[in-house]
């Protein structure tokens, strides 16, 4: 059975600007959705993090509003708790790319904290780039982006299309005006080429075999889109 690496937070908070630690980790629609849609697709999903630390859900992801009600809600929450490779994350230093027909990152605000910054990721993302392979990434898994820069402000990602959550979004969030920094900020400062949807609405991007999605609404619509690579591959 072909499979695709999950890469996804190992952090349970995200740091402000005043140093408040504001809980949170991965969102669970955007762990949900792509998952359901890929492994009843026949894939095998591997999920990695930072040190195989197992990974923390944000509360507010679960809640009725944030899933279309209670029905919806609960199907999340059933989903994370059985899913057996969400609880035994293996380490991302140990990832070899070569291994994964796709890489995906699920959002959620917990990759501001460490995958922004993290070199085991940046490999990940930079190999998986040059192989051609589909790399995924939604939301506000898209700052995993970001380690991918160098001090002399090169970056692989330089004149890609992409997309993620929007200033407009987080400021709407009410954390925008709390941040140590925007993501769409630091995406445009990379040297790519940012594009936005409307707030909230499904919004995929595509450049080359770079596959990136605006916020929680875009996660079934990226796992179609990045099936349909998938299908083309094979």
Known sequence: ?????????????????????????????????????????????????????????????????????????????????????????????????ADYVAVFYPGGHGPMEDLSGDADSARVITETLTSGRPLALVCHGVAALLATGTPDGGSPL??????????????QAGLADRARWVLQDRLVALGVQFSEGAAWAPYVVVDRNLITGQNPASSARLAATLLERLGRAD
Do not use: C
């Not at 504001?22 to 009843?40: D, I, K, M, N, S």
């Not at 923390?56 to 609960?74: H, I």
């Open 1 to 97: 059975m072909a499979k695709i690496l999950f890469v996804m937070t190992g952090a349970d908070h995200w740091t402000l600007a005043d140093g408040h630690r504001h809980p949170t980790g991965f969102w669970g629609e955007e762990f949900a959705a792509p998952y359901q849609a890929l492994t009843g697709a026949g894939y095998e999903v591997v999920v990695a993090t930072p040190g195989g630390v197992v990974p923390t859900v944000d509360r507010a992801s679960l809640t009725p509003d944030r899933n279309g009600g209670q029905q919806g809600a609960d199907a999340v929450v059933a989903l994370l708790d059985e899913t057996e490779a969400l609880h035994r994350p293996i380490n991302l230093a140990d990832v070899d790319p």
């Open 158 to 171: 330089r004149g890609y299309r992409v997309t993620g959550f929007t200033r407009i979004e987080e400021t």
